[in-house]
């Protein structure tokens, strides 16, 4: 009997110090937090934030639009974030060609990309709209569309993937150019190997104008074109000019066939992990160096035009009507395979 009230006694009193000891935790768990929220304060300016370096790969030089508007990024999101944010630009495909970066950004072994979205229909069939051949009857019409509800809808579907749309940046208008002959219609292409970036429509177009498409890397372009492996390929301007493709072709067409815009992406973890000021600033900077890399575009292209005929590439004046005509057996082709909401939204645009 007694021993059996020493039991009872024995549980009663560890049952209340495992109580106690709990009740004592617990007081002491939320106590504990107490002096976090009056710490967080502190680490939230920016001054104090981790610093962060992003590497950003693109496929153009030094000398390019890209490059250019990147160190205007750097140079913005630098003062944004009170020097706790800097970006390091990776020219020349020293990152990986345009598809490699996508799925480095998406894993964010590569923190950044700006790249053309030639390729990324590849991963967001979607994104194949943007380029149709000359879909865009001028560059500010792209630019509404592009700032507005489609490229927004477009951005949004990369996070299913860890991407962060940044913004569209210009590549710019296309031309055609190449080492045989002085192209004035599509037939003018007939058997000519031609490279186009890795995107179907392109290819598809090329194919309708009776060129043989050969889709390539920006990377390997200059040696294809060098050795003869292509006879030609199609580039903005300033693309031409400083890949210094000029050097390796005799004639360039002023096709326009595609606008090609560029996206700035970003591993959306990396933004994830920043403070809130940092975020701003990314988002700023961003935004801002989007509007100075297109002008810069602009300015520049007719100059860049102006360089290659000063190089001895001879540039051609084209009848655009004569290459629109042709380029609709490609909207034939993709009739009802492609988002045709987002193309009627582009047409809508004045
Ligand atoms: O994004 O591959 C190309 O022709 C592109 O114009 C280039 O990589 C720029």
Not at 2 to 27: E, M, Y
Not at 92 to 116: C, H, N
Request: charge should be neutral; hydrophobic fraction near 40%.
């Amino acid at each position: 009997m007694v021993r059996k009230s020493l039991a009872i006694l024995t549980c009663l009193l560890l049952f209340s110090a495992v109580v106690f000891a709990g009740g004592g935790g617990q007081a002491a768990g939320t106590a504990a937090p107490a002096p976090a929220p009056a710490a967080a304060p502190a680490a939230a300016p920016a001054s104090t934030a981790s610093p962060v370096a992003l590497k950003v790969g693109i496929t153009l030089t030094k000398e390019s639009h890209y490059y250019k508007g990147l160190q205007e990024f750097d140079r913005l999101v630098r003062q944004y974030s009170n020097n706790t944010i800097t970006c390091e630009i990776f020219p020349d495909s020293q990152l990986g060609g345009e598809r490699d970066l996508v799925e480095s950004v998406a894993m964010g072994t590569v923190p950044m990309a700006l790249i053309s979205t030639g390729p990324i229909p590849n991963f967001f069939p979607d994104w194949a709209v943007l380029d149709l051949p000359y879909l865009f009857p001028t560059p500010q019409i792209a630019y509404k569309a592009l700032d507005g509800e489609v490229g927004t809808a477009l951005m949004n579907e990369l996070t299913t993937k860890g991407i962060l749309g940044l913004g569209f940046w210009e590549n710019g208008v296309r031309h055609v150019t190449n080492s045989k002959r002085e192209i004035k219609v599509p037939d003018d292409l007939k058997g000519l190997k031609i490279r186009t970036m890795e995107n179907d429509i392109h290819m598809a177009t090329y194919r309708h104008y009776g060129a043989s498409p050969t889709p390539m890397a920006m990377g390997e372009v200059f040696m294809a074109l060098q050795q003869g492996t292509v006879d030609g390929q199609e580039n903005p301007a300033i693309n031409i000019l400083t890949s210094k493709l000029n050097e390796v072709q005799k004639y360039m067409s002023l096709t326009g066939n595609f606008y090609s815009p560029a996206a700035l992406f970003m591993n959306k973890g990396m933004l994830d992990k920043m403070s809130k000021d940092q975020q701003d600033a990314t988002l700023r900077a961003a935004k801002e160096a989007k509007d100075w890399e297109r002008k810069y575009s602009q300015d520049n292209t007719a100059d860049a035009i102006a360089q290659i005929k000063a190089s001895g590439t001879k540039v051609t004046e084209v009848d655009l009507n004569v290459w629109i005509a042709a380029s609709q057996a490609t909207y034939k082709d993709y009739e009802g395979k492609l988002n045709q909401d987002y193309i009627n939204k582009i047409r809508a645009i004045k």
